[in-house]
């Protein structure tokens, strides 16, 4: 862990001093910026904002670290679950490269420096992203591309708005919040995908074979199909409305289907519902996983800003797709309010809901979560925020289980550098 911590220390201090040196220019074409300037970013936009001059690395990275005072308890007669102190969890980091290889061609590649799963350095993901084809021909196919995007790589794929706002790893100023929804849909998978956008309007068609680990052995020939569609405008300078709908449908050829199973960082609220017996504690508690192999999943995503109000809604479904049943539902509501000098402060609440049951004969189950939560930007990439989380678990699918009248509460702190 001490390895870890020193490399990931070594790349920050690297990627700083380059940052000073080499980049005094940070904008590349068809981008989020890293920091307060990709808040309520989703697909990166059409327009074509930045001159493409020569190849160009932004090398870039994320530090987050967790003081967590949460306990916890169930039903069970002794209290089966693990005993939580007041303390630090293990610091997570990210090292991010973006390429402008050419005009409107851009790379992206991150790698877990630490993270809960894995202490020790390793790729996450990265793709390619085409937003012009001068490289073939100047001016090829220019009509097409002035409002395609296409995006090929092994990487999360654009189903859903909320991978858009969830913290990834260490990369998690853009989440208001610590913890990610209790159904985390989020999956790096090999890709290929279209993405019109014109007058506002947004369609998004993909294509992926769910695996995450890959292999060319017969069997594992699954096929994913995802999609969105959607509207997002700008209305007045000081209204913004937004809402779509993505679908998610996965074959039953081998796909092992990791639509809500794909983080291998491991999830925030460290040892949350770890239980005293448990022979292999689990990293990715207390996220939720229906675990179903192949499944068909529905998620409307609206989104509102009014001056310092900001309102963000997740309506989600997911069905088992093979014999047997099964189906759950999640709704998920954020609503913050932004405020001081350039926005660099909020306050805000979410309140998130799974509820449902694994197959027809079995019991359901009901997940509640509500987050109380305050932010400070100190500056443009350092924030701070800390947040009063409380969970509950129902229903007679926990029963005789750990989760069995689970619950957890307390606070949470979280300092991040994103760049």
């Not at 890709?191 to 506002?200: A, D, H, L, V």
């Not at 039953?252 to 990791?258: F, I, Q």
Request: charged share 20%; aromatic share 14%.
């Amino acid at each position: 862990m001490k390895t870890s911590i020193k490399t990931a220390l070594l790349a920050i201090l690297l990627s700083v001093s380059y940052l000073g040196i080499a980049q005094n220019n940070r904008a590349l074409q068809y981008d989020r910026l890293p920091g307060k300037a990709g808040l309520n970013i989703f697909e990166t936009s059409k327009e074509d904002t930045v001159a493409y001059q020569e190849m160009k690395v932004r090398v870039g990275g994320d530090f987050s670290i967790i003081f967590q005072g949460l306990s916890q308890d169930n039903d069970l007669v002794g209290d089966t679950l693990v005993d939580l102190a007041s303390n630090f969890a293990l610091p997570t980091a990210n090292l991010n490269l973006d390429v402008q290889i050419a005009d409107g061609v851009r790379m992206h590649l991150r790698t877990y420096l630490s993270s809960r799963h894995h202490p020790e350095a390793w790729v996450k993901g990265g793709y390619f992203q085409l937003d012009k084809l001068d490289f073939i021909k100047p001016g090829f196919l220019s009509g097409i591309m002035k409002v395609a995007t296409l995006r090929f790589g092994m990487d999360e794929i654009n189903y859903g708005d909320t991978h858009y706002r969830r913290s990834d790893n260490a990369r998690s100023m853009y989440n208001p919040f610590v913890g990610n929804y209790i159904m985390d849909a989020f999956t790096t998978e090999p890709f290929g995908e279209i993405t019109i956008q014109k007058s506002g309007w947004i369609g998004v068609l993909g294509i992926s074979n769910g695996r995450l680990n890959q292999s060319p052995i017969k069997g594992d020939d699954g096929v994913v199909v995802f999609g969105k569609l959607g509207y997002d405008k700008q209305l007045n300078d000081d209204l913004r409305v937004r809402l779509t709908g993505s679908f998610y449908n996965s074959s039953d050829k081998g796909t092992r289907d990791y639509l809500y199973n794909g983080d291998r960082a491991g999830a925030r609220y460290y040892n949350a519902l770890e239980g005293v017996n448990d022979s292999r504690p689990s990293d990715f508690l207390p996220r939720f996983n229906p675990n179903f192999a192949y499944q068909t999943a529905f998620q409307i995503n609206p989104f509102v800003k009014y001056q310092g109000l900001e309102f963000f809604g997740v309506y989600e479904t997911v069905e088992n797709g093979a014999d047997g049943g099964g189906d759950y539902t999640q709704l998920g509501t954020e609503l913050l309010y932004r405020f001081g000098t350039d926005d660099q402060l909020y306050v805000g609440g979410r309140y998130n809901m799974v509820d449902g049951k694994a197959a027809d004969t079995a019991g359901d189950i009901e997940i509640a979560r509500t987050n109380l939560g305050f932010g400070w930007f100190l500056t443009d990439y350092v924030m701070t925020k800390i947040e009063y989380v409380t969970s509950s678990y129902d229903g007679d699918g926990f029963g005789g289980s750990k989760f069995q009248g689970a619950e957890f509460h307390g606070i949470v702190i979280e300092a991040v550098i994103s760049f």
